[in-house]
């Protein structure tokens, strides 16, 4: 990203913006607001979610407001209950909260190379391909939000860029 914003201000950088069908993996996020967090456990109706969600968020009263902070786990088992905690938090946090909180990375650089950035988004070249297989792997729930932040995303790009 740096180096992209140096070059940006040496010459012209023309982002190239590729994107399919599949914006890729949320990312956890590393820190819940308390009361987002317990929005959440009450809103999830099985237990198994809600010991989910409490094995790999505690509370840290360190900071100013607390919150609740992810753990760290082994790499294997970090991997297998990812998915599960990213539908729990999909299907009990409020849509706001899931814009504020479940990103991926490409959502991430495209609102910080392209959407916030007026030069940019003027050199921007957006190649919108589709056609791409949905992930199987993937829950109904994990799915249908995965496609509604790609609408958005596609929705602000053609705002801006058409």
Partial sequence: MDYSRRQSELG???PVLFLNSNLGTPL????????????AL??????NDKSLLNKWYSLDNSTTPPCY??????????RREMARALS???????????DAYLTTVLEQEVQ???LMSGEAARR??????AGAAPDADADADHHRELQRRLANLQKDLKVLLL
């Fill in 12 to 14: 012209a950088v023309v």
């Fill in 28 to 39: 956890l996020p590393h820190t819940l607001e308390c009361a987002d967090f317990k929005a």
């Fill in 42 to 47: 009450e809103a999830a109706e099985d237990e």
């Fill in 69 to 78: 902070r992810l753990v760290r786990g082994a790499p294997a088992r970090w």
């Fill in 88 to 98: 729990v938090l999909v299907r009990t946090l409020p849509q706001e909260a899931c």
């Fill in 112 to 114: 910080h190379t392209v």
């Fill in 124 to 129: 921007c070249v957006w190649v919108c391909r």
